[in-house]
């Protein structure tokens, strides 16, 4: 079993930066080499979309095309965390921000559909006013 749990949404101001994390846990001492983490997002009355996915292994990245140049993923190894640096935010970035794990996801390429992805974390809201 896998846990995720993201912090850091909060509301920001269009131009604005955010940084998300997202920190995951398993039993038994397992390890995520083989893993892709996603990062996913919902608005109101819209369909979850993907942001962004990062290898764990080599730290291969994928962005959407709405938010390259804007968004970066990362991770830090020792900490089992994944972060997303959203820099110049939009009103139409506000949504709810989830995390997800791909346990096999690793020399897949780009990871960009909800059911490539077995664990989710709760969700954050992030919002951007105008």
């Known amino acids: 079993q896998v846990q995720l749990v993201e912090s850091g949404g909060g509301l920001v101001q269009a131009g604005g930066s955010l940084r998300l994390s997202c920190a995951a846990s398993a039993a038994w001492g397992r390890t995520f080499s083989s893993y892709v983490m996603g990062w996913f997002r919902q608005a109101p009355g819209k369909e979850r979309e993907y942001v962004a996915d990062?290898?764990?292994?080599?730290?291969?990245?994928h962005y959407s095309d709405s938010v390259q140049g804007r968004f970066t993923i990362s991770r830090d190894n020792a900490k089992n965390t994944i972060y997303l640096q959203m820099n110049g935010l939009k009103p139409e970035d506000t949504a709810v921000y989830y995390c997800?794990?791909?346990?096999?996801?690793?020399?897949?390429?780009?990871?960009?559909?909800?059911?490539?992805?077995?664990?989710w974390g709760q969700g954050i809201q992030v919002t951007v006013s105008s």
């Open positions: 990062i290898a764990w292994v080599d730290g291969n990245t």
């Open positions: 997800a794990a791909d346990p096999f996801g690793a020399d897949r390429g780009p990871q960009t559909l909800e059911g490539d992805y077995d664990y």
